[in-house]
């Protein structure tokens, strides 16, 4: 993957660019030595790293602001960090950027239960969001895997989804408001408590937009009444394509689970193994869940039960206790690190129409053998999200452009059948230069046009997102003006 | 001027030398400067995958067209859009692309959603003549910058959208309403926060104070399985007896009478007053509405939303001074739209972004000029 050459005036004002950053931070928030700025030189994208000029690590929305202030008029490119778990180089620095890291800003500032909101620094982690108002019976609905560690402000610039997405939305559903630091210091607010923020969506385009339009550093976000209990149902199935029909016909009838999942028999084995879930061995496996109390549970339960029934189901097992619930989604959850443990790998995340499954799970089965490379499959089957697990070896010369290569050809595939080429990862470095097999230039033109609007001189994130070939000119006026 | 597609569109765009008023179905009541661009010639459902829960039709499609297509898959359009031709006593049918612009929304949003939170997918003219599509039909999508949310709501203003794909939802089996009577407007907004703090997922939460006759009435709904909407229903009574609530509507007609009502803001037809919409922080629109200096109101979204019946020509933005919301103006005596702009003005931050949104996409300044805020040429 290609990243643009440092720019050398740049890299020449370094002295001058640490020395004011110095002055408006805190004397530990300027991290400029080169033993310490290997820590911020990939996110969870390992594949590519560069450590950064500088880091720096705020404390406040009026510290981001004179950051900003300061490369703006130094002419310096910065590069937003959240927690650093991109999977797709949403964060991974050029030699010439300042990192700017909003972990320290982790506080959560208000919290309304009338109105159902909660207002916090974006530095804060997603599960500890929910973990704020959870004693009060509340919660937060997006739930990436990596919601332990991953923060709001990532959340934000990728708009993250997660398991549960099919019925509570993903981020830009569950987001009321925030405070964003404009590329030249200036600080706006969006939105607000209330819903459907006046004028045009520029919260909408905000989410989404890979800390590429302007630094968010405090957020509102809606948070829900727990459900009165969930239970999932695990159902096996003889082959991937049966399930995939399964899904459309149990959302044809009228049941809207919150999740239903998919695992292939790859998947199945990995996370049993790192999980003991008790997944039954099979080709498909769908975990299928449901809310409300146990007896509309059961009711529900009972009706997607039937419709599986009628497409071989091989396996069915509801879970019987909270305990129970848990470990068969920590089996899923942990389904990247489990592949993890017995192999490097690669995670695409294309979005299909759930009714091109079957014909996409063939099409990878047979580049899988092709390109000579394992793969595993492990997806949100309910809205077409697929997590195709590219396995590589790293050590091995030349197989991980094979598997970039793979992985492109899926992308490309998913598009094809009338999808995306990510449904929740993000663009950031990774399929920046397939960008153009979904959009034509006056589409991507649009895009840019947005960014020309919120960050004229081209210094946020500006090597991400869009084809380097299709931006250069932009970035490349940001340069002789200097 | 009827284009009959989307080239023709982009080439009336493109040769414009004059402004354009984009228009839908024209039920809305936005009268802009210019020839009447209509899309009545783009209409027609392209696309409907009931198993994947999407649909695409083009922009001119007439809502009830879609709505009849999803009926007959026991699927909807869940965010409820409502249909504004009695309250603004405007003729026409109700289009997609009108929705979508407008992004318009009933009681459900509350719990499921806005149109915008619906809209998959995009495909508009701009201000220059250029297609550009956005998005796609596919549920999760995070493929480039959003601009999906960005036309939706837009009002026509960035360009004139000529397709949209949707994600829509299953048809509930069957509905049921809640009713609570004779609460004060600070009573009822806890009554219903209490409630959507319940986990019986309450679709729809509205207070009615001075409008009927009879006093005034509280509602809840909740939509689902036969069995799970006769639980619920009693779940909400036993929690909220202490706000006095006793009477159920169980029967599913008689609820959705209720909702469509609420949704199309029925109870202001006949007013002579100007109507307003206020979006708002529930918990402090009963103390808006106490300094608003309106004839009556009533309250949606659990009082996130309010419906305002303001004496003509008095500006509500005024009256209620800050707050953590905005105020539309919808229906309006001649008189007082020329005075007060639709929509809130924006803090000069906002402004100054959206304007430069609509340099870049309409530079000209063409598309429902001045709408939504100064065209290009008078910012610079």
Redesign the interface.
Known sequence: MEMPNPDPAVLARKDRVVARLKAVLPEDAVIHEETETRAYECDALTAYRCPPMVAVLPESTEQVSEVLRICHEEGVPVVPRGAGTSLAGGALPTADCVILGVARMNEVLET?????FVRVQTGRTNLSVTGAVEAD??FYAPDPSSQLACAIAGNIA??S?GAH??KY??T??NLLGVTMV?MDG?????G??????????????I???EGQLSVVTEATLRIL????GARPVLMGFASAEVAGACV??I??????PVAIEFMDKMLIEVCEDFAKAGYPMCEALLIVEVE??D??ID??LALITEIAERHDLVAVRESASPEESARIWAGRKAAFSAIGRISDYMCLDG?????ALPYVLRRIGEMSEQYGLPVGNVF?AG???MHPLICYDANKPGDLEICEAFGAEVLKLCVEA??????????GIE?RDL?SH???P??????M??????DAAWLLNPAK?FPLAVSEARRAERMAAE | MTPESEAALADIVTSAKDPLAVQGGGTRGIIAEGEVLSLAGLSGITLY??????LVAQAGTPVAEIEAALAA??QRLAFEPMDPRALLRTGGAPTLGGVIAA?V?GPR??QG??A??YALGVRFV?GKG?????G???????????????M???FGT?GVLTEVSLKV?????TEGTLLLRGLSDARAV?AM?AA????FEVTGAAHCATIIQDGPVTALRVE??E??VV?RLEQLKALLARFGAEMTVGDAAMSEWIWRSVRDAELLRDVPEDIWRV?????EAPGLMARSGAVSWYYD?AG??IWVRMPVGQDLRAALGAF???A?LVRAAPETRRALPM??P??P??AK??A??R???DPRGILNRGL??PVAEEVA
Request: charged letters at 20%; hydrophobic letters at 35%.
């Open positions: 309304s239960y009338a109105d159902r019976g509340f990728m708009n989804g997405c099919l939305g993903v830009t559903n404009m200036e600080v706006v607010e969006l607000g408590a209330h819903m459907d923020a006046g004028g045009l969506d520029l919260l909408g385009l989410c989404g937009s009444p727990k459900p009165e459309a016909d959302i044809k009838a009228g049941v809207l409300g109390s007896e509309e009711h529900q979005t299909i129409p759930v009714s949100h809205d077409g999200n009338g999808g995306c080429l990510t449904g929740e990862h993000g663009v399929k960008m979904q959009y034509a006056a589409d991507l033109e649009a895009q046009a947005v960014k020309d609007v919120f997102v | 995958e009931p198993g994947a829960l999407t898959e026991n992004n929304s949003r509350i959603g806005a915008r939170d701009d250029e297609v550009v599509q956005n796609g039909r596919v549920m999760k999508n995070v493929t480039g910058y959003d601009l999906v949310k960005l939706c709501g837009a960035l939802l299953p048809r509930p089996e806890e926060a959507m703090a319940s986990p689902g399985f069995r799970s639980y979006c708002c922080k529930p918990s979204w996130g939303r953590d919301g905005h539309t929509f809130h924006e803090a931050g906002v972004i959206s430069g949104l340099a870049r996409f939504m805020g």
